[in-house]
């Protein structure tokens, strides 16, 4: 008979991933709540990739990151509700590969000293929710060969303008 804890265990992750998405995308459900804008929103995603950064181990440094923004959408819909989410991805380089478990040392310690809420802690993925705001941020991959580390940082989902559109 073959063993299926391995396919039984893949199937729990799966299930959990998927709870864990959504339930998160229910936590900013009152849609008519202003909030602060895009722009703050963008720019508050910036300072916290910049003190991520200062965190790290001497010699470890962002490439230069990437900007991006997503659609948010209504609870349990897949319609776009008109908010936007500001995001902001970097590489982790300047330090040779037997030194980027001192990377993840660095962000669990700015974590837990900058009100995040560590929520998933695996090999090779780091990620925390700050409770004062709802910014996401994540550290994941390195600590092999040739593979790239990155640094995360996701806003909470904000009115472009900080307005909520009027309901139609």
Not at 71 to 88: I, L, N, T, W
Not at 145 to 160: E, H, I, K, N, T
């Amino acid at each position: 008979m073959k063993n299926i804890r391995p396919a039984v265990l893949r199937l729990g992750a799966v299930v959990a991933v998927f709870g864990v998405l959504v339930a998160g995308c229910g936590e900013d459900s009152d849609l008519s709540r202003p909030t602060v804008t895009l722009e703050v929103s963008r720019g508050q995603a910036d300072t916290l990739l910049a003190d991520i950064e200062q965190a790290l181990p001497a010699g470890a440094r962002f490439e230069p990151p990437a900007a991006n923004e997503n659609d948010c959408y209504k609870p349990h819909s897949e319609s776009a509700d008109g908010r936007r989410q500001a995001g902001r991805l970097a590489t982790v380089s300047g330090l040779p590969e037997e030194r980027q478990a001192e990377v993840y040392a660095a962000a669990r310690a700015y974590f837990g000293a900058h009100d995040f809420k560590i929520t998933k802690d695996v090999d090779k993925v780091l990620t925390g929710t700050r409770s004062s705001d709802g910014f996401l941020a994540m550290l994941y991959g390195g600590l092999a060969p040739g593979q790239l580390m990155q640094v995360s940082v996701r806003a909470p989902c904000v009115w472009p303008d900080g307005t909520p559109q009027p309901k139609r």
